[in-house]
Every structure is written in C-alpha cells, then in structure tokens.
C-alpha cells in the first residue's frame, strides 16, 4: 500500500486518538467529547502499533513515522505508567512495611549503628579520663561555643547566649540535619565510602561534644536537651546511613547482576528507608526546636522522655509489622 | 553508538525511540530551576523578614521544602518535568519509558548530593559522559532518562499539500510520461520522500542545491526544475502510482521485522 493510502485510510483514527489524549491531558476536558470510550483505549493503542510497525516496515516518510511514534509513546506511557497504589498508603506503611523493610535490612543498620554510636561511645567516655582529647578533634573555638550553648547560667538551652524563637531553631534543625541525613545517603554512593565517612564524622563531632561538656560538669543542660529528641534524630541518621550502605553494597558485591543492574535493584528498599528515616528526622526538629530547648520542665521528666522515645522506637522496630507474618503462619500450620 | 535517541521495545512489538537531552539542555533547565526559585526565595524572605526571628524559622523550613521538594513535586505531578525542563522541552522517564513515579524521582534528587560534588556537578558531569544515556550517577541508580518531548508535528501530508504548486509547474505531458526509476531501493526512496517532506523548510537555492547531489534522476535538469522532478517523484513514490494495486495489500498481515 502507498503511503498516501495508507494516510488517508486511517488518518481519523490517529486524530480521533491524538484527541484523546489531549483531552486526557486537562485540556478543556468538559467542553470536548473523545471520539472513542476510555474502555477502547488498548484495542486502539495496539492498532496504532501495529500501523506503526507498519510504516517502518514500509519505509514511509519520517514525518508520517514520527507522528505515529509520538501517539504510540503517549499511548504506552498511560497503559503501562498508569500509577498503582502498591502496599495501600501511609498507614500501612507504617504499621507494616517500614519495620519490615528496617528489619530485613538489619545487616546495614548495625554496620550504620557501629559507624555512628562507636566513635560516640568511645571518645565520650575517653574524654572523661583524658580531657585533652576533645582538643585534637575540635579547634578551642568549637569546643567554647559548644560550652556556651550549654552554660547552664542560659534561660534557653544549645542556642547561643540571646535567646532566639523557638521557630527559629526549630527551621534551622530541619534545614540542617534532615540535611546531614540525606547527605549520609547520598554518600553510600561513593562504594559506601560517603555514608561510612559521614557517619564516622557525625559519631566524632557528637561524641566529642558530649564528653566535654559532661567532663565540665555541664551534664544536666547537655544531657537534659538533648535527651528528648536523640532517639529519632540519631535514629534517622542511622536509617539514613543504613540506606546509604544498601547502595554502596550494591556496587561493591554485585553478585550475579552487573553492578549498574545491581544498583537499581537496592534503590527501591534503600530508598523506602530513606522515607521513614527522612521524617523520623523531621519530627526530631520539632522535638528539638520546641521541647528540647525549654528550660521549664524539670531534667528529670526530660530525661524520662527521653528514655520512653528510646524504648518506643526500639520496641517499633523490633516488634511492629510482625503480626501479617504470624498470620500467615497460623494459615499454613491448620492447613 | 554516536547517536543519541535510545529505543526501548514494548509488548506490543514495536520499538519506541526515546531523544535522549545532553548535558547542555539539562544543564540550561537546572539554571532556570535555580533562578525560579532564586527568586522565590527571595519574595520570600523579604515577607517573612517582617516577623523577625519567627519568619526566620519559618523561612528556612520552607527553604527546605523547595530546595528538596521542588523537583520531586514537579517531577511527579507535572508529566516528568519542572518549570526550566518544560521550558527546555525535556521530561524525566523510566527506562523503559513509562512516566517517572514517586520513588524514581525521590531517589535522583536526592542523590543530587553526590552528582554535585566535588563542586557545580562534577561527578555527575563525568558520570553522565561515560555512560551512552547522558544519566549522571541519580540517574543511574533511580534508572530514569531525560528526554527531549516529542512536539507535535505539523498537520500530516504537508510534503504533499505545501509543494503542490511548485510540482504542478511541470507541463502535464510530463507528469503523465514520468517513469519512476526502477532500480531505487527503499532507503533510497525514503530519502527521496525526505526530501519532499522537508522541502518547506529550505530556501528554494538550498533546495536546489540539495537536489544537485543527484544527477542521475534529474536527466540534465537543473534548479528549480531539478527540485520540481525529485518532488514529483517523491508524489509517486507516495501513493500517485499504481493505487488501486496497492490497495489489495490487506492491513492485517503484518510482518514484524525483529
């Protein structure tokens, strides 16, 4: 068949299709009637490539190629793009597959945990006994504004001497640690070399602070402001990180796959941590901006807080999202 | 492999060509995304400035909230592209073409981090030259493509429409004696019925000159004559000749060339 035939065959049905889809798009949706049922989209979709096919097997002119081409992109983009709810919304999510995801992931949580709370624990404790330690990590500088934060002559705690709004900080902990966590993210790109580095880095820079100023005697301001929100904030780095580690570990083991193949397959889970971990930091800027800070309730209810945030959040993902499984098992054991 | 568009096959047994964007394009949609929200930020921050400390606070959330929000929004719910892409007619797709998704999106942006760095997009200058798809290292992981948008194309058969007049310049006796070569391949008249196609968009000196190449269909012609006789044979190698043979070729037989 010539082509000019071939145009003038089907040319309404490549416009009628054309309209569709422009109608699809929003354009004046109310005022257009589409020439065919939604219902018929994939029987003529599958005949536009099939004249598609056509044409190229033919050698018909580009222009006539190029139009079918678009109309069979647009068509496959809304069959098979078409966005499906997977796993049935936030809730679920919550309930269900993050403490899953989190869990069977455990591996690069530890390794995450050792990276961060290692250097933490070590040089906090160290400093007690040799004070001078804090010196070769942090400049005198640092270590005096850090002192000052936690002065506890201060009406408002971990903000310099003038007492700033509590929105303030509250804008400049989101800034900058949901920041740091993607960076640690981010960073497992690097063969995971990026997300071990600024874990180590964080782990350092906490762990120093927190020796000095125990070590001063300033433990009641420190320890008090900081309790509140530590769980989710150092928990969400950690998942951060974690999630970081799923990617470099993709590229350094690769297994079977080539590294490339490797790396999309880590991205769906690491990032489904990245999600969580992102908001457990989010919410710790509120806790920090607006809890943290206040020097009203007494440090021991602080403390208490703390240790409840700590005991929840183990306990979520320790134990959450199990109770899908059980059943399951029940099913199989009567059957 | 010097070129650039990247077919990906789909179930109906067609192959779709995706126009990949180089590095110049998606650069020049990062700069206008830059300066949109540049200036926001700066709208935004003289109004908040009148509640000091508090639209401080507030300022940064928000300047949070664009800085990793923005892309993934405009990606996700505004077909694949942001404001500076849609200005630069690109648009972010899977690898296998379908429209990109929450997760795609959330995991290019945001190891944005790392393409940026050592400063201004270094790695992902280099991650995007080493690799046939101009992905930089987000794109990789995330397995998304950045594409040209396919604009719609001018209204079908202009080669046929627009150049009528200049065929029909030819005297009729002509026409009806014009036999088309027999020993044309296909490839040979597609090109002819490209240059038909295309014939509007040249000066009628470049058209000439085009034609120019091909003395042994022109018989001796010359100019716009030359550019008359390869438009008339693209007319019969369209559909002029031999309709009513041609329309026995049932549509229904397909032959799917691997």
């Given at each position: ?11 309404d ?28 989209l ?35 983009q809304?069959?098979?793009?078409a ?25 690069s ?41 936690y ?10 001497r003038?007492a ?38 964080n ?31 150092l ?12 990617l ?19 991205t ?59 059943k ?7 059957s | ?74 990606e ?14 690109l648009?972010?797709?899977h ?48 397995g998304?493509v950045?594409v040209?948008?396919?604009r ?25 004696g ?18 038909a ?62």
């Amino acid at each position: 068949m010539q082509q000019e035939l071939f145009e003038k065959r089907y040319q309404d049905q490549w416009s009628e299709f054309d309209q569709w889809l422009s109608i699809d798009a929003g354009a004046n949706a109310t005022t257009v009637k589409p020439g065919f049922p939604t219902s018929e989209l994939p029987q003529r979709y599958r005949q536009l490539a099939r004249h598609l096919a056509l044409a190229r097997d033919r050698q018909y002119g580009s222009e006539l190629i190029a139009r079918l081409e678009r109309l069979v992109l647009a068509g496959h983009q809304l069959l098979y793009g078409a966005s499906h709810n997977r796993g049935g919304g936030v809730l679920f999510f919550i309930r269900q597959t993050y403490p899953q995801l989190v869990r069977t992931h455990w591996r690069s949580v530890l390794v995450a945990s050792l990276c961060l709370f290692g250097p933490l624990i070590v040089l906090a404790s160290a400093i007690q006994f040799v004070p001078d330690i804090a010196y070769i990590f942090l400049s005198a500088n640092d270590l005096a504004n850090a002192q000052q934060m936690y002065d506890p002559a201060n009406r408002k705690l971990g903000a310099g001497r003038d007492a700033s709004s509590d929105v303030q900080m509250w804008g400049m902990y989101v800034w900058n640690n949901v920041r740091i966590g993607f960076q640690c993210f981010a960073g497992g790109l690097l063969f995971g070399v990026g997300a071990i580095f600024f874990m180590i880095f964080n782990g350092v820079n906490i762990g120093v602070v927190a020796g000095h100023l125990t070590q001063l005697g300033y433990s009641e301001t420190f320890w008090g402001f900081v309790a509140g929100h530590s769980a989710l904030e150092l928990g969400g780095i950690v998942l951060c990180g974690a999630a970081g580690l799923q990617l470099g570990y993709a590229l350094i083991a690769p297994g079977r796959k080539t590294r490339l193949e490797s790396l999309k397959a880590s991205t769906p889970d690491a990032v489904g941590i990245l999600y969580g971990a992102a908001t457990m930091i989010f919410i710790a800027a509120f806790i920090e901006g607006f809890w943290s800070a206040s020097r009203l309730p007494p440090v021991e209810l602080k403390y208490a807080v703390g240790i409840l945030l700590w005991f929840l959040m183990l306990t979520y993902f320790v134990f959450a999202g199990r109770t899908y499984r059980q059943k399951n098992k029940g099913a199989s054991n009567a059957s | 492999m010097l070129d650039t568009p990247r077919v990906i096959a789909t179930p109906e047994g067609v192959e779709l060509t995706l126009n990949i964007a180089g590095v110049v394009a998606r650069a020049r949609a990062w700069i206008i995304d830059a300066l949109i929200r540049f200036v926001f930020y700066i709208v935004l921050g003289t109004a908040l400035a009148a509640f000091g400390r508090f639209g401080m606070g507030l300022f940064l959330v928000m300047l949070f909230l664009l800085e990793w929000a923005y892309p993934v929004l405009f990606e996700v719910y505004w077909k694949g592209a942001t404001p500076g892409k849609r200005a630069c007619h690109l648009c972010v797709l899977h690898d296998d073409g379908t429209p990109i998704g929450w997760r795609a999106s959330v995991t290019r942006n945001t190891l944005r981090a790392v393409d940026f760095l050592p400063f201004c997009y270094g790695f992902g200058l280099i991650a995007c030259l080493l690799n046939r798809d101009f992905k930089r290292l987000g794109d990789l992981a995330a397995g998304t493509v950045v594409v040209y948008v396919a604009r719609r194309s001018k209204p079908l058969f202009s080669a046929n429409q627009t150049q009528a007049g200049e065929v029909d310049n030819l005297a009729m006796d002509e026409w009806r004696g014009f036999t088309q070569p027999a020993s044309l391949l296909l490839n040979e008249q597609r090109a002819i019925t490209n240059f038909a196609e295309r014939r509007a968009r040249w000066s009628d000196a470049r058209a000439a000159e085009l034609a120019a190449h091909l003395p042994q269909l022109l018989s001796g012609k010359e100019g716009a004559a030359a550019v008359a006789r390869l438009l008339t044979l693209a007319r019969k190698i369209t559909g002029k000749r031999s309709e009513g043979v041609a329309s026995n070729i049932s549509d229904n037989h397909i032959k799917i060339v691997g």
